[in-house]
């Protein structure tokens, strides 16, 4: 039974997470490039310095004492988004929608206090989200506007397009829907829907929702397949050049879709997650062979994303 | 650097560590399985009394290393007395002593005695100043003479003569000179008693031994005294039972002289039992032994060489990589989720103490009690260094708690709760409740689960008798296991969760 199961899996091609490590994270990102994308302020600085958009930065909190100022930098801003600078997998990420009165009120619906708000930045600082408990920066951004294509398809949050690059090749992707489960978050483990989308033609393929595939979304019924993604060029062009920004090998780049100001560079991930293959209903090891067995590698980002669009088409 | 460079030095390390491992049983013949050929025991002595109320002193002699066996490691538990120990006329004697008590008293001796390959060679004894001569008069003189007599005439030589003498103390029916020192009923105190006399009259040096004999099958050891006649320049011994000449090689000596094994003062209602037991280490000094006569460099670098109780602290060292080489495989090869990299084998290491089931009683009654008081500390709003201080407080409070109300339950087993690394348990703690809270209760419980049966798994290969004697006999074997890691650092293979994770994938599409 297992062994049978083994086989069907490197039959499909289906990187596993020891795989992932020793053949692709361990050799292809460099232990030194990591402050690059595991520092989200780092990343956003890169990005703008290379003539990315991003989310714009409202503020960072870096002592304890600035927290006592913290109402004063959220002033002019209804609604903006705290998170810590060395974060992953959505921890630690507070997506503010509005307010009520002189209080916060979240994306799903819950108020928050001043003082509360205070402490959560604060917790932020002392590294409770961060990767090893190391103290941490608390960073407050603008709040991503979801372009109304994913209206009747995600709940309380902004999707995200997650494309794993491999030495500059988009390699596989997916759209990340946040449900009611995952509260205003796209990230899979907390519970957002996956939605593969083809590598050719920026379209949703299936879709997986906590390890089961589905085709609707559950808080809001409609189907999430087939869809066009707008501006799908340009998300490619996107995350093939965050491997010239940054030089890591194996990247998982998520982007943001803003209503106005179109696609926007969210995070790097130096360590991108397995579901993408479920989601796509594809194992990533062929794909990443085929790049790197290519002989004469292609130097410019047009021409990295049209190879991929020619080798990686969905079936 | 590439993966051939690991397969290559993982294979030399797996030939040396194997190599030494194979060479050590082969070629030296030291033992796979722990116990085999045991010559280590366990003494332990325990005296207890009613104390009166005032001060209490107990004095009592304590065993000497001989030739024939050493005393390894010693300890003495006595709650409350101060302990001195002291050589008095060339004997150890331990003496407690403490200011006032009452009621029901228990004073606990325990070593650990070890035998020796017996030494050539005694040294020359000085002749014992001349003892005075017996306070016997009338009848007893006359018996006692007559006694003497006529065992003179039974024997070649002083170490007959001694053994007839014994042998005629035993027979009071036949021997009517015998009964009259003796008594109708004679027994061992009686007898020496009586062969000391006698042996006084006649001018030969002789003294009392007192000890126990470690190879009786029973566990209760009787104190049994030998005799000992002093003889140009040499200290004979005889048994008192028998007469038969020569100490046994498992005799071990508490005391030389007459004095009683113990006394005490401010104290009634006396008993004492010494009870022997078997170690089963013993296979490994034995070998120890040969080995170090075969091959002598070899083992003075071995931890071996280390003393007792750097030992056993090594024994349970060394059972630690293989708890640790447990913990990769269960988290890369099965893919269950811990919390904290090495807390399951830190927990796994507390376990040993607690043994298993009272174990995980324990850590699930700390664990739920200070999640619940985290989750209140939660609502406080308490910086993060402050409340983990908290929770370190709360968790060594809880620990105390349930040790005092598991005491007054009778079960004191849960006392060794105490043992439990606690900064480890608040981390658990701490991180549990992040979990709980981000990521809900049924992930939170999955991962302590996940903790909880690695940590018992870690356990039972480290605390296994087998695992520690190996490691410990054989810490080559390390090498072995860190080749093991090595190459599991390297293992790109599917972790068994993933085949269920992945599941959709391993099926055709539809
Ligand atoms: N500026 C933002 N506006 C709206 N939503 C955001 C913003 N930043 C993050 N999010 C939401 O939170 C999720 C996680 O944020 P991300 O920056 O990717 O951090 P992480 O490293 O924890 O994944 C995103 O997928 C997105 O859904
Ligand atoms: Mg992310």
């Keep these: 039974m297992i062994f049978g199961t083994v086989r069907r899996l490197r039959e499909a091609g289906v990187l596993g997470l020891n795989e992932r490590n020793n053949r692709y994270t361990l050799a292809y990102n460099p232990r030194y490039l990591y402050p690059l994308v595991d520092d989200k302020l780092r990343t956003k600085q890169l990005a703008l310095k290379a003539g990315l958009s991003v989310p714009e930065l409202y503020g960072v909190i870096e002592i304890e004492h600035q927290i006592k100022g913290i109402h004063e930098v959220l002033e002019g801003h209804r609604e903006f988004v705290i998170k810590p600078a060395q974060g992953s997998g959505g921890d630690g990420v507070l997506v503010v929608a509005g307010r009520a009165k002189h209080m916060y009120r979240l994306v799903s619906g819950v108020i928050m206090g001043r003082s509360q708000l205070a402490h959560y930045a604060s917790n932020i600082l002392s590294g409770l989200f961060s990767l090893g408990g190391h103290p941490d920066r608390a960073l407050i951004e603008y709040r991503v506007q979801f372009d109304p294509l994913f209206g009747a398809i995600s709940f309380q949050g902004v999707p995200d397009i997650r494309i794993v690059v491999f030495q500059g090749f988009p390699v596989m992707a997916m759209v990340r829907l946040p449900t009611r489960l995952s509260d205003g978050k796209a990230n899979l483990h907390q519970g957002a829907i996956g939605a593969g989308v083809d590598i050719a033609t920026g379209r949703t393929l299936t879709a997986v929702w906590r390890n089961e595939v589905v085709t609707e979304h559950p808080d809001t019924g409609n189907p999430v397949t087939g869809l066009q993604i707008p501006h799908w060029d340009r998300l490619l062009g996107i995350a093939a050049q965050a491997y010239d920004l940054t030089g890591m090998g194996y990247v998982g780049v998520d982007i943001v879709l803003d209503r106005d100001k179109g696609p926007l560079l969210l995070e790097l991930n130096a360590r991108p997650g397995l579901n993408i293959q479920i989601a796509n209903r594809a194992g990533l090891l062929p794909r990443l062979q085929l790049i790197e067995r290519i002989a004469a590698r292609p130097n410019t980002v047009e021409e990295r994303v049209a190879f991929a669009k020619d080798h990686l088409a969905a079936p | ?510």
């Design chain 2, 1 to 510: 650097m590439g993966s051939r460079h690991v397969y290559v030095l993982s294979f030399l390390l797996t030939l040396l560590g194997a190599g030494l491992f194979i060479y050590k049983i082969v070629a030296l013949g030291f033992p796979i399985v722990p116990g085999e050929k045991s010559d280590l025991w366990d003494v332990e002595v325990r005296i207890s009394f009613v104390a009166r109320g005032g001060p209490v002193k107990v004095s009592m002699f304590i065993p000497r290393t001989s030739s024939r066996l050493a005393v390894v490691d010693e300890n003495f538990i006595s709650r409350g007395f101060g302990l001195t120990t002291t050589l008095v006329n060339g004997n150890r004697q331990a003496a407690w002593a403490i200011r006032k008590a009452s009621g029901a008293q228990a004073l606990y001796y325990r070593s650990s005695v070890q035998a020796l390959e017996p030494a050539e060679e005694e040294t020359v004894a000085k002749r014992p100043e001349s003892q005075p001569l017996p306070s016997l008069e009338g009848p007893y003189l006359a018996a006692a003479e007559t006694l003497l007599k006529s065992a003179r005439e039974q024997s070649a030589d002083l170490d007959t003569m001694v053994a007839q003498l014994i042998k005629h103390l035993w027979e009071p029916h036949n021997d009517s000179n015998a009964a009259l020192l003796t008594g109708p009923r004679p027994d061992r105190d009686r007898v020496a008693e009586a062969a000391l006399q006698l042996l006084a009259l006649a001018q030969v040096p002789a003294r009392l031994l007192q000890g126990v004999r470690l190879t009786l099958p029973s566990g209760e050891a009787p104190m049994l005294s030998w005799l000992q006649v002093y003889s140009e320049g040499r200290w004979s011994a005889f048994d008192l039972g028998t007469g038969e000449a020569g100490l046994p090689g498992d005799y071990l000596i508490f005391s030389i002289g007459p004095e009683p094994l113990f006394k005490v003062k401010g104290g009634n209602k006396v008993h004492y039992t010494i009870a022997v037991r078997r170690t089963e280490a013993g296979g490994l000094e034995a070998a120890a032994l040969r080995g170090r006569i075969v091959n002598p460099q070899l083992l003075e670098f071995s931890l071996l060489s280390l003393p007792m109780q750097t030992q056993s602290v090594y024994r349970v060292l060394l059972a630690v990589p293989v708890g640790a080489f447990l913990l990769v495989i269960m988290r890369n090869i099965v893919g269950i989720k811990t919390f904290g990299t090495f807390m399951p084998v830190l927990i796994g290491l507390a376990f040993r103490e607690t043994q298993l089931l009272w174990g995980l009683v324990l850590f699930c009654a700390v664990v739920t009690l200070g999640l619940s008081v985290r989750f209140y500390f939660e609502r406080l709003k308490l910086l993060l260094v402050p409340r983990l201080a908290a929770v370190l407080i709360v968790v060594v409070l809880l620990m105390a708690a349930l040790s005092i109300v598991s005491h007054h339950l009778g079960l004191d087993r849960a006392l060794s709760v105490a043992l439990f690394p606690m900064v480890i348990m608040t981390m658990t703690i701490e991180r549990m409740s992040i979990v709980w809270e981000e990521r809900g209760p049924a992930e939170a419980i999955q991962q302590g689960l996940g903790s909880l049966v690695v940590a018992a798994l870690a356990y039972l290969a480290m605390a296994a008798a087998y695992t520690e004697h190996l490691m410990f006999v054989f810490p080559e074997l390390l090498l072995v296991l860190l080749a093991g890691s090595l190459l599991l650092g390297k293992y790109t293979g599917y972790r068994l969760v993933e085949l269920r994770r992945f599941k959709a994938l391993a099926s055709p599409r539809p």
